[in-house]
């Protein structure tokens, strides 16, 4: 027994450190942490704008392909500190500046909100007379207020405060394609659609390389719901509450959603017209289509050994997926040249 304990001690003893530790003070290490904070706040914030962004000019430009599956949007990002969970509320209002007051973080160019005037760092103080809440609740109580407003697509009041005036906004939405796109924090790299909703892991947002990258993939998977994809899989899908949009809005946990439904709920056929229809959809909103195929190319070739259970295992790396592509890409640019309806192209049927 004591020569088992003493082996337990040699080893012990022998994997530890032999050079000297450096003595660090916890004042300097806390503002390290609090550095690393702020950093890990700005990174996720600028990935959020970002999406929302490039969503948001698909979804308006293209909302022709979404059918009936319509709302409105104003094109205007609002936040608050509690966008991020708690050990980050102070972070966000050191590095970023965000308070419990909702607070227009930005504003898309051309877009109604920008058209009515409306400018980021604008404090929005009503819609339509109903007076924006403060505190952790209020981004959730006012994103159900305004979707409601955009389900209507009704010109809307807005009051705002700006320099510590007050002033009176008209904004009238334009039509949007009524899909939530969100960020998911896991740094794999993945995209998926579940029929409301469109969710683009942070790993994804690192591998798309400029926006048009990042718009192939949000108009792919937008695809998948313009064309109802899910629907035709899971008839059972609802939407759930205001609370779970919001949380969809300022990134989710999709609990290895992605692994497990990705792979099996879209077939070669879904995948094919998500790619049709998803290239249409880039050519409303004005983007560039011509890098498509090899982008897909290049995800396929950066993770080979990853196909079973990354976005390759439902996005097939096949060699017809890269013809049909540039074939889409060859029968878009004859229809922008000879101006013709940019619709895709329905089956025959006889
Ligand atoms: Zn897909």
């Given at each position: 027994m004591r020569c088992l304990v003493w082996v337990v001690v040699l080893l012990v003893l022998g994997c530890a450190p032999v050079t000297k530790r450096i003595a660090v003070d916890d004042v300097a290490a806390e503002l390290e942490a609090k550095k690393q904070r702020e950093l890990a706040v700005q990174g996720m914030y600028e990935d959020r704008l970002r999406l929302w962004r490039v969503a948001h000019r698909i979804k308006t430009r293209a909302s022709a392909l979404c059918g009936d599956q319509v709302s409105h949007e104003s094109g205007f990002f609002p936040a608050t500190s509690?966008?991020?969970g708690e050990d980050f509320r102070e972070a966000a209002q050191t590095a970023?500046?965000?308070?419990d007051v909702i607070k227009i973080v930005d504003v898309q160019p051309d877009s109604p909100a920008r058209k009515a005037g409306l400018k980021a760092g604008d404090i929005p103080l009503s819609f339509n007379d109903w007076k924006l809440p403060v505190g952790k609740e209020s981004l959730k109580l006012a994103a159900g207020k305004y979707a409601e407003i955009m389900k209507s697509g009704k010109s809307f009041g807005v009051r705002i405060m700006r320099d510590g005036k007050e002033e009176a906004l008209t904004i009238n939405p334009e039509k949007s394609c009524d899909f939530v796109v969100a960020v998911s924090?896991?740094?794999?790299?993945n995209a998926f659609a579940d029929g409301k909703r469109v969710i683009i892991t942070r790993g994804m947002l690192r591998f798309a390389k400029d926006d048009t990258e990042l718009a192939l993939v949000v108009s792919h998977e937008l695809a998948h719901n313009a064309m109802r994809h899910m629907d035709a899989r899971r008839t059972n899908f609802a939407l759930g509450s205001i609370f779970d949009i919001l949380a969809a809005v300022y990134g989710?946990?999709?609990?290895g959603m992605f692994g497990n439904a990705a792979a099996q709920i879209y077939s070669q056929d879904f995948e094919a017209e998500a790619d049709y229809v998803g290239l249409y959809m880039m050519a409303h909103a004005a983007l560039?289509?011509?890098?498509a195929p090899n982008f897909w190319r290049r995800m396929a070739a950066a993770h080979p050994s990853s196909i079973r259970t990354?976005?390759?295992?439902?996005h097939p790396a096949t060699s017809h997926r890269f013809v049909a592509l540039d074939k889409t890409v060859q029968e878009i640019r004859k229809k922008q040249k000879d101006g013709a309806p940019l619709m895709p192209e329905m089956k025959d049927r006889k």
């Open positions: 509690f966008i991020f970023l500046n965000l308070t924090n896991e740094d794999i790299i989710v946990n999709t609990q560039d289509i011509d890098n990354n976005f390759t295992a439902s």
